[in-house]
Nanobody, 121 residues
Framework: QVQLQESGGGSVQSGGSLRLSCVASGYPYYMGWIRQAPEKEREWVASIPRDGSPTYADSVKGRFTISRDNAKNTLYLQMNSLKPDDTAMYYC??????????????????WGQGTQVTVSS
């Protein structure tokens, strides 16, 4: 069982930056961020395995950076050049398995409660 707690959401103007954090209990292999905008389906944003390289959705590539500190069991998402289209509830997700299809949001085992990010134009 893995429990996740996000923090760092908020409101920012277009072009601004925010940093999300997620503290995990346990030792998940994969960790990632998934978001859901109002009236839209959940969308995978980025993920990173415990000992590998991160991957990103095309919509955030070059603007967002995912990282993790395994010693602290903490996941981060640095979001730069934010756009109104980035407005969503951002969920931290984790999985103990190494073989998941990480870019499919339905694959993930464990979810946090979410933190709201609002970007105004």
């Amino acid at each position: 069982q893995v429990q996740l707690q996000e923090s760092g959401g908020g409101s920012v103007q277009s072009g601004g930056s925010l940093r999300l954090s997620c503290v995990a209990s346990g030792y998940p292999y994969y960790m990632g961020w998934i978001r859901q905008a109002p009236e839209k389906e959940r969308e995978w944003v980025a993920s990173i395995p415990r000992d590998g390289s991160p991957t990103y959705a095309d919509s955030v590539k070059g603007r967002f950076t995912i990282s993790r500190d395994n010693a602290k069991n903490t996941l981060y998402l640095q979001m730069n050049s934010l756009k109104p289209d980035d407005t969503a509830m951002y969920y931290c997700a984790a999985d103990t398995r190494w073989y998941i299809h990480a870019s499919s949001w339905r694959s993930w085992q464990y979810w946090g409660q979410g933190t709201q990010v609002t970007v105004s134009s």
